[in-house]
Nanobody, 123 residues
Framework: QVQLVESGGGSVQSGGSLRLSCAAS????????MAWFRQAPGKGREGVAA???????IYADSVKGRVTISQDHAKSTMYLQMNSLKPEDTAMYYC?????????????????WGQGTQVTVSS
């Protein structure tokens, strides 16, 4: 059974940093591509960053230059380092996974989801 567990969320002031983690279990991590999504109250779920098994990455324009997605295959864990946080980054952050395919920031391309971790940025 595939399980994704996020951690690392919290409350920070504008300009601060957070590092989110997503621990995966129940499948062979190396065969999957992973992504981070976020959803603010009253808004749809948007892709933030994605990484494939080879380490290729893509980012949403809204976060490019401020966040870095990475992974540790040995730990079956994905990370999202977020710097220069802004109030508009406030949202529930989710990790997602799917087998094979290309990197994507579309929520419809992922079938496994974590429960989310809250990030709140105050001005």
């Amino acid at each position: 059974q595939v399980q994704l567990v996020e951690s690392g969320g919290g409350s920070v002031q504008s300009g601060g940093s957070l590092r989110l983690s997503c621990a995966a279990s129940g499948y062979k991590y190396n065969n999957y591509r992973m992504a981070w999504f976020r959803q603010a109250p009253g808004k749809g779920r948007e892709g933030v960053a994605a990484i494939d098994s080879a380490g290729n990455t893509i980012y949403a324009d809204s976060v490019k230059g401020r966040v870095t997605i990475s992974q540790d295959h040995a730990k079956s864990t994905m990370y999202l380092q977020m710097n220069s946080l802004k109030p508009e980054d406030t949202a529930m952050y989710y990790c997602a996974a799917n087998l094979g395919g290309w990197n994507s920031l579309s929520r419809y391309d992922y079938i496994y989801w974590g429960q989310g971790t809250q990030v709140t940025v105050s001005s």
